[in-house]
């Protein structure tokens, strides 16, 4: 089974540009989270969808938003980018019901704003 | 809000040492547990994770965790560490039902062979 990919890998943008990234879950997978990783503040979770659904939200600007297909891929949009963008942003999937299963992260994208 | 605590920023032990990584979580609620390691150039891979039942969960590559719920820790332990296991550990926590993971700074773990 693949796993969770995500497109582009490393991304260079200049302040007050827009990015979007993208992430295919697993096969099977209807439930894909967000997340920012940066050495300040570590990992923060930005949202999650769920069957094309935002079901969860985390403590981001309106700057930072989201969608998910029909397909269960997700994009992740960020626009108005500040320096302090720069992070890691990571992408998990999990099937999304039951109790406390597990979510498979992505390699992430690395994302440079300059 | 939750939040997690893991206490050893950096930790260096020689191999076949024993390994205890410490974490607490601040929520009174029915909690998932898990720990997350992260080896160099790799992306998140779950080592363990705690849902109910018998507190003392194994995981892959011989590491446990030991929920305590009235310390609200859930620790991690390898009886002997190999210079594989350098790599930074996240200890995460859930409500149950709940996707949004809630992570600790992470722990980057050096073993010297």
């Known amino acids: 089974k693949a796993g969770v990919t995500q497109t582009p890998r490393y991304l260079i943008k200049t302040r007050g540009q827009q990015v979007t990234l993208s992430c295919s879950p697993i096969s099977g997978h209807r439930s894909v989270s967000w997340y920012q990783q940066t050495p300040g503040q570590g990992l923060q979770f930005l949202f999650e969808y769920f069957s094309e659904t935002q079901r969860n939200k985390g403590n981001f600007p309106g700057r930072f938003s989201g969608r998910q297909f029909s397909n269960s891929r997700s994009e992740m949009n960020v626009s108005t980018l500040e320096l302090g963008d720069s992070a890691l942003y990571l992408c998990a999937s999990s099937s999304g019901t039951g109790v406390g299963n597990e979510q498979f992260f992505g390699p992430g994208t690395r994302l440079t704003v300059l | 809000a939750q939040s997690v605590s893991q206490h050893n920023h950096h930790v260096i032990l020689s191999e076949a040492a024993s390994l205890e990584l410490g974490c607490n979580y601040s929520y009174g609620g029915t909690v998932n547990l898990f720990w997350y390691v992260q080896y160099p150039g790799q992306h998140l891979q779950l080592l363990l994770k705690?849902?109910?039942?018998?507190?003392l969960v194994k995981g892959i590559k011989g590491f446990e965790a030991e929920f305590i719920k009235s310390k609200f820790s859930f620790n991690l332990r390898k009886p002997s560490v190999q210079w594989s296991d350098t790599a930074e550990y996240f200890c995460a926590v859930s409500n149950t039902g709940f996707q949004k993971l809630v992570f600790g700074t992470g722990t980057r773990l050096l073993v010297s062979p």
């Open positions: 705690y849902f109910s039942g018998d507190p």
